[in-house]
């Protein structure tokens, strides 16, 4: 017959393992372009994120939230998030219809391509002769300030109904001013952080939820600053 032999367990050891010492090793050849860039989408009542049987399904997302699609934090719409707007710029989207594609873009085209001449109208949508459609988005590049002061980059997509509100926001960055010596400037966008927050929008029977910009408030860290212009100076080396 045999005996159960009854093994006893010590109590784990601190590990003498001196990570501190290796700090930084194995990312040598990592630079910020080597990295995915979070978007900071707006969830709708379709995306999957919200939806608890979904397999995408984030737990505690809700339509109207932020969601940060690579670390999936969350911010609440209502109350908002601040941003920094470092960098720019307006493209036209290939998409295919709704259930027929890849799910992302089929072709990205540059702000001075003739892409929108090929186009026809086709209930509001501009598309092309082979069924697919073109969106015009507004990419706005920046560095979001978290409740508790950390910065992080990410990028918010603005298309559709959402295109006036990213011109407005535009307008409002052109529109600020600084005084020193030399007299009245235009400072870069990222002199200034945005209340960001979503609102629910009605039309045609439907529902969703779009961008609300609020008034700017000066950024007056110069470590968040620095990040700003870093940020900046790296989106404009990629789109050479």
Known sequence: ?????????EAQKPSTILYREYAGKGFENVTQESLALPILKLLQNGSGEAQK???????????????????KKMYDGD????????YYKMEYQEWAEFGTGSGRPEMIYPVDSDILSKTTKDGGKDKLENGNYILTVHQNYVIIIGPDGAAERALVSMSASQGKVARKWISLQQSQTMTDSQGDYTPA???YSYH?????????GNQWYGFAVGSPEKVINPAIFKAAVEFNNSMSKNDK
Do not use: D, H, W
């Open 196 to 204: 960001l927050s979503s609102v629910l929008n009605t039309g045609k």
């Open 1 to 9: 017959m045999e005996k159960n032999v009854q093994i006893k367990k």
């Open 53 to 71: 049987r979904n397999q995408n399904y984030v737990e505690g997302a809700e339509p109207g939230m932020f969601l940060n699609t690579v670390t």
């Open 79 to 86: 109350k908002g998030v601040r941003v920094i707007p470092c």
């Open 189 to 191: 966008p990222f002199s």
